[in-house]
C-alpha cells in the first residue's frame, strides 16, 4: 500500500495521503500523511454507521479527508486495487489538469434502474438516481460538502438507514441532481477504461496481466500475490441465502424511499 502510495504520488505531482482504518488503534506511516477512519471519527461528523460503513460508504473518507486538508479545492480518491497501465501514466493526471471546473470525475457515470443493486437505495420522489464506478474519481470541495449534507440529513431518517446508499449511489445520485458538473472520465475524446478491465468482481491476477496498450488505461480489480489467491478463494464460496423476510423488507423499504424527499 506504501509502495503504490509513493508511486501515484511521483506520477501525479500531488500529495498523498491514506485512508486508513484505524478502528483497532492508529496506524501512522512515516512517509504519508494519514486519514483516520474509525466509527468514533465519522461519528464525530454526525454520519451513520452501519455495519459495513468502512466498505459501503467509500465517500466517508473524502468527508474526514475535506476537515483534515480544508485548503484543498479537488481531492482524488483511489482505491487500493486500482493501478494505471500503458505508456505516460502521468499522462492521466495531467489531461485533467486543465478541468478543474468539473466538480466531479468517476466512470460509468450514467442513470441507474432496477438492474443494479443499489438502485433502490436512490429512489426518491424529488431525484433521479445515477450510478458510477467509484474505485477512481475527483471530487471538487463543494461536491464533497453537498454529498457530506445528504449523508447527515439521510442519517436522521430511520427508513433511510434500512437501506443505507453506497458510496455510488449517494454522491452520483446527488451531484447530478443538483446540478453540479459531473462527467465520465471517457467524456473528453480519450478512453481511460473499458468495462472489460475496469469493474466490480473477480479481481484480474496482477502478477500475469500484461496488456498492450496504447494509452493509459485505469484497472480494477487487481490484486497481487497472496491478496489474488485469497480473494478469489472468499468469491468461489458460495453466497449464503438472504432470509425471506430480509428480501421482503428491503423491497418495503425501496417502495418507502419513493415517497422520501432525497
Not at 470525475?105 to 438502485?119: F, I, K, T, V
Not at 477504461?193 to 488505461?217: I, K, M, N, W
Request: aromatic share 14%.
Amino acid at each position: 500500500m506504501l509502495a503504490f502510495a509513493d508511486h501515484l504520488q511521483a506520477i501525479s505531482g500531488y500529495p498523498t495521503a491514506l485512508v486508513l482504518d484505524t478502528g483497532n488503534g492508529a496506524v501512522a506511516p512515516a512517509s504519508h500523511s494519514v486519514v483516520e477512519l474509525s466509527r468514533q471519527r465519522c461519528a464525530e461528523l454526525n454520519l451513520y454507521c452501519p455495519h459495513d460503513f468502512a466498505w459501503r460508504c467509500g465517500d466517508y473518507g473524502l468527508y474526514l479527508a475535506r476537515r483534515r486538508f480544508p485548503q484543498v479545492e479537488h481531492f482524488w480518491m483511489i482505491e487500493t486495487d486500482v493501478r494505471f497501465y500503458g505508456p505516460g501514466a502521468s499522462g492521466f493526471f495531467r489531461f485533467f489538469d486543465d478541468k478543474k471546473d468539473v466538480d466531479f470525475l468517476a466512470a460509468d457515470l450514467r442513470p441507474s434502474d432496477a438492474s443494479w443493486y443499489w438502485n433502490g437505495m436512490a429512489l426518491a420522489r424529488n431525484a433521479r438516481p445515477f450510478r458510477c464506478l467509484f474505485p477512481v474519481t475527483r471530487l471538487s470541495s463543494g461536491a464533497i460538502d453537498a454529498a457530506f449534507k445528504h449523508r447527515v440529513t439521510q442519517g436522521k431518517k430511520v427508513r433511510r438507514r434500512v437501506v443505507w446508499p453506497n458510496d455510488e449511489a449517494l454522491v452520483a445520485t446527488t451531484l447530478m441532481n443538483e446540478g453540479f458538473r459531473c462527467h465520465d472520465f471517457n467524456d473528453f475524446g480519450e478512453t481511460f477504461y473499458s468495462p472489460e478491465t475496469f469493474y466490480y468482481g473477480r479481481p484480474l491476477d496482477g502478477d500475469h496481466f500484461e496488456p498492450a496498450l496504447q494509452s493509459v488505461q485505469m484497472i480494477h480489480p487487481i490484486l497481487f500475490g497472496e491478496e489474488y489467491i485469497a480473494k478469489v478463494s472468499l468469491l468461489e464460496k458460495p453466497a449464503p441465502a438472504e432470509p425471506w423476510l430480509t428480501v421482503k423488507l428491503r423491497k418495503a423499504a425501496y417502495e418507502a424511499n419513493c415517497r422520501l424527499r432525497w
